[in-house]
């Protein structure tokens, strides 16, 4: 039993988090999104800034919060990469800091492992193999998780990331940013069959049929803006949006449905645990349960806090490499991004 403190600043949440194995001790959230929302995306440099002013203030409350002292901390981890160089150099010179003066290892952790390891937090009794959907505002990615720190992409989005297609098409309905959470809200007052829209088939070369496991939204946002102007010509401004957003919602819950089972039975696995924030998609949660029972599948979803950004999930990822072993050098820099298959890279020889 070990117990990390992580730090996650990939993006526009800075969070502190103390875990012991698989329970959360502590986790401080600190969201960027009421910075972001005026420019309808995030902003890197207001990231890094507010990072900066948020980290020191969320690792001692991390600490209070958990009730332990400095002494009760086995190692630091840090999210290293994917994510925005500048936020991320704040998250990281913070934990190295730390591990430091206090005279802890430090580990590096990929951000995608980490919203692998958020199934964990919320079922501890979770083993690999099983299939990882990851869902996110910049990911859209089928992940066989093999075992610890052994992942093959199996499926990715060839242009749109699930989470990056809400925001888009919420923006195209003048709806506010981070549209993922305001679309799921509309959805539910809509008819979700109310419009028939393309599920993003990536098209195999020489015709030979589609792509079982690779998806790709930005067709689907194109039929949305071209829907939306064409009720606007017939109709004025007065939009079907709850029509409009369940529909969307629903095409995208099918399509990364279809593709996560056919994953999973295609490599014989029984288990699909689903990360990321368009796993708070309550269509998603929905579609894929139902559709997943029928084969006989398992799903997990972590709880809606730990399906966006968080230093737990991370902290979770740092306390099962810790416990096997795994350091990372002190001279480990970020990188905007890394390949999963490539997590070894992060670990001292
Ligand atoms: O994992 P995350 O917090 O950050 C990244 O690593 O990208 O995911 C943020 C994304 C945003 O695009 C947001 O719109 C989407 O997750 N999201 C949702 C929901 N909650 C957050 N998308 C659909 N339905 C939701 N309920
Ligand atoms: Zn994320």
């Known amino acids: 039993m070990s117990v990390i403190l992580a730090v996650e600043s990939s993006c526009d949440e800075t969070s502190v988090s103390i875990v012991k194995n698989r329970n959360i001790l502590s986790n401080v959230i600190a969201s960027q999104i009421k910075l972001h929302e005026q420019y309808g995306g995030v902003?890197?440099?207001?990231?890094?800034?507010?990072?900066?002013?948020?980290?020191?203030?969320?690792?001692?409350?991390?600490?209070?919060?958990?009730?332990?002292?400095?002494?009760?901390i086995d190692a630091i981890a840090s999210t290293v990469t994917p994510g925005l160089v500048g936020s991320l150099i704040v998250g990281v010179t913070a934990a190295k800091t730390l591990a430091l003066v206090h005279n802890k290892p430090f580990l590096g952790i990929h951000h995608l492992e980490g919203h692998i390891y958020a199934s964990y937090l919320n079922d501890p009794d979770l083993e690999p193999p099983f299939l990882c959907l990851l869902v996110s505002g910049g990911h859209t990615s089928l992940i066989h998780v093999k075992g610890r720190g052994v992942y093959k992409n199996i499926g990715s989005t060839r242009d749109d990331a699930a989470g990056e297609a809400f925001d888009k098409v919420a923006r195209l309905l003048n709806l506010p940013y981070p549209g993922g959470p305001v679309i799921d809200r509309l959805a539910k007052e809509g008819d979700r069959n109310a419009f028939k829209l393309p599920e993003g088939r990536v098209s195999l070369p020489n015709n030979q049929g589609f792509h079982p496991y690779d998806s790709s939204f930005s067709g689907l946002k194109t039929a949305m803006l071209r829907l939306i102007t064409k009720l606007k010509e017939e109709n004025g401004d007065n939009l079907p949006i709850a029509d409009l957003c369940a529909s969307f919602q629903y095409t995208v819950a099918k399509a990364l449905t279809k593709r996560s089972i056919r994953g999973c039975l295609d490599l014989g696995l029984t288990k699909i645990a689903v990360g990321g924030g368009v796993a708070a998609n309550s269509g998603l949660r929905e579609y894929l349960t139902t559709e997943a029972q029928k084969q006989g599948i398992e799903v997990f979803f972590p709880p809606l806090s730990l399906c966006t950004d968080n230093a737990a999930m991370i902290a979770c990822a740092g306390c099962d490499h810790f416990n096997h072993g795994v350091r990372s050098s002190l001279s480990l820099g970020v990188a905007s991004r890394m390949n999963i298959e490539d997590v070894h890279k992060l670990y001292k020889e």
């Open 43 to 72: 902003v890197p440099e207001l990231a890094s800034r507010k990072h900066l002013e948020m980290v020191n203030p969320c690792i001692d409350k991390a600490l209070v919060d958990s009730g332990l002292a400095w002494g009760d």
